[in-house]
């Protein structure tokens, strides 16, 4: 049976069977994305961990500032929960949940753990590993494993239900899926490519015979939607009728904007064909991106990009592309069971 993530401030055991295994405790936020990642590594271990949701107060930024291993900037409801007996092992992801993480380990005498997540904005020194990916301005370590794809707790695709098979059905193949994203920090949509990858892919499905179906996020503008309804043969399916997993998993072929890792991610671990359509920066990320993203001290998308066009992972709207790639969730397994040897010693 599947453990269900833990979505209110409190505690919760995953994977409950009777097992000698190390405490692990995985720390939740707010971000679906991100708790989704962590509790993907969690499952992917196969042993029990419990999860720890983590809320933040006012000034939790200065407090993180002024106590980097304290518990200031956390809600009394989600310190409460912060109780011995102590984890053997933490997993957390980004920045809040650093200071948490290493101020559970001080009450441990230094015995707890610490794996990370994307990117810390600490020094690698703190933590025994650190999984991230190609955006991340992380420095190099032995302690540093990059995916070339986020994880994925999804990997097996879930089953149409019988409204949304009805309504794949309906729609002639081949089917190009169209992964609408948004704002993203430092970039958002290019309306003026989206509009030119419009035109691609209508005529595209309907030069195959197929049809372009497109699905939004809640970070979609609605100028984008607006686009996607006045492009003749186009169908956007509308929020909830059918669930993303059901046509990331039917399409046949992938095209998303590249404002998301995720999607991105998402799109090229179905082993279909993939095409990117730009995104361009906006007004702050036009002051504060550099010209070359190799030398960027900054999240940089382009880093990214770039990674999956060299490992030929994907393509343009003209060109969709599909590669061999590594599994990440098994990289990073491995990795951290290597890390931790002596922590998953049967």
């Known amino acids: ?60 930024r200065l407090w993180m500032k002024l106590f980097p291993t304290g ?7 989600s310190r409460r929960w912060l109780q011995p007996p102590w984890p053997d092992l933490v997993i957390g992801i980004g920045r809040r949940t650093v200071p948490v993480a290493r101020w559970i380990k001080r009450q441990n ?51 149409p239900d019988a409204a949304e098979k009805a309504m794949l059905e309906r729609w002639p193949r081949p089917h190009l899926l169209l992964s609408l994203g948004g704002t993203a920090p430092m970039w958002r949509l290019d309306m003026s490519a989206l509009g030119a990858a419009l035109r691609i892919l209508t005529n595209r499905a309907s030069e195959l015979g197929g049809t372009l179906i497109a699905i939004g996020s809640q970070r979609t503008p609605r100028a984008a939607l607006e686009l996607v309804r006045a492009a003749a043969g ?31 991610s998402e ?27 190799a030398t960027s001290r900054l999240r940089d998308l382009r880093r990214f990009w770039a990674d999956i066009e060299q490992r ?25 069971k290597q890390r931790l040897g002596d922590l998953f010693d049967e």
């Open 312 to 336: 030929g992972l994907a393509g343009t709207v003209d060109h969709p592309k599909r590669g061999k790639f590594e599994e990440p969730m098994a990289l990073a397994v491995t990795a951290l």
């Open 1 to 60: 049976m599947q453990p269900r993530a833990n979505t209110g401030i409190g505690r919760t055991r995953h994977n409950t069977a009777a097992v000698t295994s190390p405490r692990i405790w995985v720390l939740l936020g707010h971000r679906r994305g991100d708790n989704n990642q962590l509790l993907a590594l969690g499952e992917a271990l196969g042993i029990p961990f419990e999860t720890r949701t983590i809320r933040y107060g006012r000034l939790a």
């Open 267 to 293: 799109a090229v671990l179905t082993g279909k064909p993939v095409g990117l359509i730009p995104v361009k920066p906006d007004a702050r990320g036009r002051r504060r991106l550099g010209p070359d993203p």
């Open 71 to 77: 518990l200031g900037h956390l809600t009394p409801g």
């Open 234 to 264: 186009a169908v956007l399916i509308d929020e909830g009728a059918i669930r993303y997993a059901v046509a990331l998993a039917d399409a046949d072929e992938h095209y998303v904007t590249a404002d998301s890792v995720s999607m991105i």
């Open 109 to 159: 005498h230094g015995e707890t753990r610490i794996v990370r997540l994307g990117h810390p904005r600490a020094a690698n020194r703190l933590f025994d590993l650190v999984i991230t990916t190609r955006q991340y301005p992380v420095p190099d370590g032995e302690n540093v494993l990059r995916l070339p794809l986020t994880l994925n707790r999804f990997r097996t695709a879930p089953l």
